[in-house]
């Protein structure tokens, strides 16, 4: 989902809470999902390359392989 939150505007040693609503496909199989954040390069060119996605300072956040940051939060998705 693309966020409302402008990431250009998160300065160094700032928590940022991003809260937004988001509507999940009616037919999204039940179950638990990691909560990941992509914070692209915003060129289409790179766009799709990992190694120009934003890397959070988080520990034990960042999966090289897909450039999206683990925020460490599950959420559950039910009937």
Do not use: C
């Not at 960042?62 to 999206?68: D, K, L």
């Amino acid at each position: 989902f693309k966020l409302n939150a402008d990431p250009r505007k998160w300065l160094p040693g700032q928590n940022v809470t991003v809260s937004q609503n988001v509507t999940l496909p009616a037919d999204m199989p039940k179950g638990n999902y990691a909560v990941l954040l992509n914070l692209p390069d915003p060129m289409a060119a790179l766009r799709g390359r990992p190694e120009y996605s934003i890397q959070l300072a988080n520990t034990n956040a960042w999966e090289a392989s897909t450039g999206f940051n683990s925020l460490n939060h599950t959420v559950g998705v039910g009937s």
